[in-house]
């Protein structure tokens, strides 16, 4: 039986599944290198939908909206709702194509979605009318929204804590290759039923130092907070994806606890390479600044300038799918390999890998045991209609 649980990340995943298993009775401690949020979950989009082809990923999806619906409605983050729009320009027939079939495949899950023609989405969405002249096909999702990320993790780590998990920043760790249940940290040892990496781009060689190997390759993306443009309208200026550009744009709220939106967030700016997660420029690329700024004024017909901008790392895997369960067949276990689509996913994935440590089933497209560890890919952003699945 799973009584003592170490989760090592205090990321969304890694609070989301401290909380879970704390709530259903275990001892869990949570170990931080930093703070809280200081990794992935903190240069996150914040974008949240259900608007995805897959069976598997639709349940999820379904899953984390309805928890962060909840932890809404208790006043604990704010769910801004807005429509998510992805489109394809003209001439790009193979993104168009690929933006009609993953609305056809959505629809097989009953997700509410529809195609616009350029006239339909100028007319729906007038903020986009300079894109729209531009435009091939569009989609539209309602079931969508945007949070921020940091508030969630503060959220979810103070139910952890109110749950009896023991949450400790400022801890860097080390597993034991000889001693599987084994934590180190600089002020000793302890002992755990079964450890969670849930480190994002460092979980490879927290596992690897372990002798446990995992196929994950860390990827530069970068993103910026633009200085306040004017009351914002998420009806009116939606979550927006162009797909033949390779970017997104968000409306973006100055403070994350329920103020004015008044800004836009903009990425994507991906290196499409391994990177070393402890020695990369986290700082975003002038070129990068200049383009987004270029695209906003394309899509939305406005001129923005850059309050702030950064580069964060994501995580790719073979297959595109994550790495969520058992990792090897010692009582270690992983959640990593998002592809961008990580935070959104987090109120069910945290959930469904603590439910896996405490003897219920895991994910099986997701089991880390699919791979050897050594396989060889080629790194492929996340955010893409490719594969008729768009995530952020």
Partial sequence: MTERVAVVGGGAVGVTAAH??????????????????SGSSGR??????????????????????????????????DVRDAPYVWFARAGDERRAR????SVERMRVNDRDVALLDPTELADRFPALAAAATDVRVAAVARTAGFVDPASYVRAMAERARDAG???RTETPVSLSESDPGAVETPSGADRFDAVLVAAGAHSKRILADAGVAIPMKPYRVQALVTDPVAPVDPGDVPIT?????????????????GGSVNRLLVGDGTDEREFDPDDYDKSADDGFVATARERVRRTLDVDVTADRAWAGLCTATPDRNPLLGRAGEEPRYVATGWHGGG??????????VAEEILGGEGIDPFDPRRFDGDEEFRVVEGMTVEGMTVEE
């Fill in 98 to 101: 690929a933006v009609r079939e």
């Fill in 241 to 257: 994806y162009d797909a033949t550009e390779g970017f997104y744009l968000r409306p973006h709220a100055g403070d994350a606890n």
């Fill in 20 to 37: 879970d298993m704390a709530e259903r009775g275990a001892d869990v401690v949570l170990y931080e290198r930093g703070a809280l949020a």
């Fill in 165 to 167: 998990a023991t949450i």
């Fill in 343 to 352: 935070f959104m996913r987090a109120p069910a994935t945290g959930e469904r």
């Fill in 44 to 77: 996150a989009a914040g974008i949240v939908y259900d608007a995805v082809a897959e069976d598997i990923d639709a349940a999820i999806a379904d899953r984390a909206l309805e928890r962060f619906r909840a932890l809404d409605a208790d006043g604990a983050i």
